[in-house]
């Protein structure tokens, strides 16, 4: 067994060094945890002393449908996955960490610097702004410059490049912006890449090391299939070694024909090998026996309204559940018909919101994803 050490996500080089000794196989595995994990007793006395021998990171998923998990991944894992993503984007070079590192998209940023041997350039605490991730990316000095951020960030940056050519500039010097920890909506895509900015799209999640499908493309060394039920299952040596704490109810690795896969969790199609994610196999609703996808809710109502969209599931005493719709901005009677009206269209009667809630934004957890158990909590009040 080994010794777990828990590590501050704002004490970049502590989680620097600890995860350098950690891939080495020098020190104990790490575990990075946010301020609000660190603060209450209950958080730190949870955590294991010891891991298996082959964890070298233990990563906390961020819980945005429920209960957090705790995913333990070896080294191997970790650098296979670093390795294939510098494969994919044409080499090494250097990162700008503008997402937290007790996630595993940030962590990736340092296990690739780390691998590399290029050191990454961090943003400064605080909120994230435009203007600090385009300072930070002007002041990367390598021949090959790279990020990674969420939708609501490069949503952020797309506005300020739009209105600044000196920032259309600087974000076009990057040879990759890597977005992923949930969908990205298509014209958002479009709009950055009409900017010259080179985008591209990851899917994967703590399980598989990170993303592992970049523009619908597997890395290498990484399988795609769907089960009977149009599940999306991946195969690859970048999967984790096991749950530390919180495994889901259903089991999520299985061994078949002499090969570990993972079940995703999510719907998709495969077209010519191309993946394209459809929805989660969770966030489907059964209302008065029929079944109601909520992303399927969200994606229609997003092209009424301009904020952001978060569609859950309410009790219904009646039906079983049904939709709400938590929507950023200011809504009006007319807005609400017209919102009413395209889910009607595209996804019939029955996935017709009971009630619109406007906020002044969505809330999110700490890597960006919209919170979907606070969006709840706000539909059930």
Request: charged share 20%.
């Amino acid at each position: 067994m080994r010794p777990l050490l828990s590590i501050p996500s704002n004490d970049l080089a502590r989680v620097r060094a600890g995860l350098e000794d950690a891939l080495r196989g020098s020190g104990p595995a790490i575990i990075v945890l946010d301020d609000a994990s660190l603060s209450p007793a209950e958080s730190r006395t949870a955590l294991p002393q010891l891991v298996a021998d082959d964890i070298a990171v233990v990563i906390e998923t961020s819980g945005s449908s429920g209960e957090p998990k705790r995913v333990g991944l070896s080294a191997e894992a970790l650098l296979a996955s670093a390795r294939a993503s510098h494969g994919r984007l044409g080499g090494p070079g250097q990162w700008l960490l503008a997402l937290p590192a007790n996630y595993v998209a940030g962590l990736q940023v340092l296990t690739r610097s780390i691998d590399s041997g290029v050191d990454f350039i961090g943003l400064p605490g605080g909120p994230f702004t435009p203007e600090a991730f385009c300072r930070g990316v002007a002041a990367l000095d390598h021949d090959r410059r790279y990020s990674s951020v969420v939708p609501y960030q490069l949503a952020r940056l797309c506005e300020f490049a739009e209105a600044s050519g000196s920032a259309r500039d600087i974000l076009g010097s990057l040879d990759a912006l890597l977005v992923g920890g949930q969908a990205t909506p298509a014209d958002l895509i479009d709009s950055v890449r009409r900017l010259g900015i080179s985008v591209v799209t990851t899917y994967g999640s703590t399980e598989t090391a990170g993303g592992c499908v970049y523009d619908g493309i597997p890395l290498p060394g990484v399988a795609l299939e769907l089960d009977e039920a149009g599940e999306l299952m991946i195969s690859t040596h970048m999967l984790a070694s096991e749950y530390v704490s919180g495994a889901p109810s259903t089991p999520r690795f299985l061994e078949r024909d002499g090969s570990r896969w993972y079940r995703t969790g999510d719907t998709a199609e495969l077209v010519g090998g191309n993946l394209r994610v459809t929805g989660r196999v969770d966030r489907v609703l059964i209302s008065g026996g029929v079944k109601v996808s909520l992303e399927a809710i969200e994606s229609v109502a997003a092209t009424v309204v301009a904020g952001g969209v978060v569609a859950v599931s309410v009790v219904d005493e009646t039906w079983g559940a049904r939709p709400v719709l938590v929507i950023e901005g200011t809504g009006s009677d007319d807005l609400e018909s017209q919102v009413r009206a395209v889910v009607l269209e595209t996804s019939g009667r029955v996935a017709v919101p009971d009630r619109i809630i406007w906020v002044s934004s969505i809330p999110v957890l700490a890597s960006g994803k919209p919170n979907l158990v606070a969006a709840a909590a706000l539909a059930s009040q």
